[in-house]
């Protein structure tokens, strides 16, 4: 494969002129044409791999409250992957030292960040899969350096911040990483949020690195606050949307369910690369090729047409969940700001039962949880703030505005949308 560098390209300036022929163009909705140099790159973008993030919606079960918001993994890679090109020329400009194989291999770790995502976005997490999206994607990622000879291994070292330049890692995972610079502005465009635009492109415009470290030039500065402040709204208003949570966690018992039947001997109706992971018990999941060759294969057509045929089950429950998911009868979900009595989950539960009959299971039907939400966590990493003296301060030091920094924790109870009187 001949490198970027050796065609003198000079990485990530795409456009030259008569050089077309050597690049792919991509018309985004949102920011137009998104040209990507054939090589490498565009052979990790061909790859099955990544061509099954065309079939993974970004926003899960979240097409029940917007309709709009039918975007997939795909469009969210390509976004990031454009943001990233923009980043890596603004920081050069500045007379940032980046080369042309790093400047590659940090629009790899981006273009690949979310290649080990399940079906339904985080809904498989921890149901079918003992496995965070990150581990998994850093699995693709290991496959796929083995199968390019070697060619990913700096872009591994950057996504796992394991590389000298620790701005190349914030720019992929960190407080403004190009992951939720695209998926901020792309969310809202799709699902109509206004509330979640954000000036991504002046945000990156204010890019700088202090002593190796991503700081904001003095001039972003209420750029960053209008950031921050849009990502606590669409936290709650899309991400934590009630009926959105009331979707993903019915998908969430549907899917257990569905393992303990399983596992317990039932022949269950599903396509064949769910079914691997259903027969299959939590222990003997392990990183073997065979694990990874079902999940490569594994998208949300395979869990839609599995609750298609799960309707019609003789398991009482699993039917009621899938009916109740495929027909847009979901459940109601009522927050609290604590966890709700334990009397008041019993009585949610004798009544459902009354109403479903005994063959109903109730632990399966009506359950309890928590979401939280932190729109600026300063634990780890903070956002820096350079001043034209030289200066570096942290956000919140120079801040006028409240940064929410507080985590907020809200409790449900989730139950079939029955008569249910008295319920306070």
Known sequence: MVSLCREGLKFPTFVAENMNNRQKIFNDPVYGFVSVPRGLLLELIDHPYFQRLRRIRQLGLAPYVYPGALHTRFHHALGALHLMQEAIETLRQKAVEITDEEAEAACIAILLHDIGHGPFSHALEHTLIEMHHESISAWFMQELNREFDGKLELALRIFNDTY??????????????????????????????????????????????????????????????????????????????????????????????????????????????????????????????????????????????????????????????????????????????????????????????????????????????AESNRAYDDSKEQIRILF?????????????????????????????????????
């Open 164 to 369: 000298s330049k620790k701005f190349l890692h914030q720019l992929v995972s960190g407080q403004l990483d190009m992951d939720r610079m695209d998926y901020l502005n792309r969310d809202s465009f799709f699902t109509g949020v206004s509330e979640g635009v954000i000036g991504y492109d002046r945000i990156i415009k204010m890019l700088a690195v202090h002593h190796g470290q991503l700081v904001v030039e003095e001039k972003g500065i209420y750029s960053i606050e209008k950031f921050l402040i849009a990502r606590r709204l669409m936290y709650w208003q899309v991400y934590l949307h009630k009926t959105g949570v009331s979707a993903e966690h019915m998908l969430i018992h549907l899917l257990k369910r569905a393992r303990v039947l399983a596992l317990a001997g039932e022949t269950l109706d599903a396509p064949k690369h769910l079914s691997w992971f259903l027969y299959h018990k939590p222990g003997e999941q392990v990183q073997n090729e065979e694990m990874l060759a079902h999940f490569a294969r594994l998208d949300d057509n395979d869990i839609t047409a599995a609750i298609k045929n799960w309707t019609e089950t003789s398991d009482f429950t699993l039917a009621f969940l899938s009916k109740g998911l495929l027909d847009r009868k979901l459940f109601r979900l009522e927050w609290f700001n604590e966890p709700p009595p334990e009397a008041y989950v019993e009585q949610i539960k004798e009544k459902v039962r009354k109403h479903l009959g005994e063959s109903a299971e109730m632990n399966y039907l009506v359950f309890t949880g």
């Open 388 to 424: 034209k003296n030289g200066a570096v301060l942290p956000i919140d030091q120079c801040s006028d505005v409240p940064l929410y920094t507080q985590l907020v924790t809200k409790y449900f109870i989730c139950y079939p949308k029955i008569p249910v009187q008295n319920q306070g």
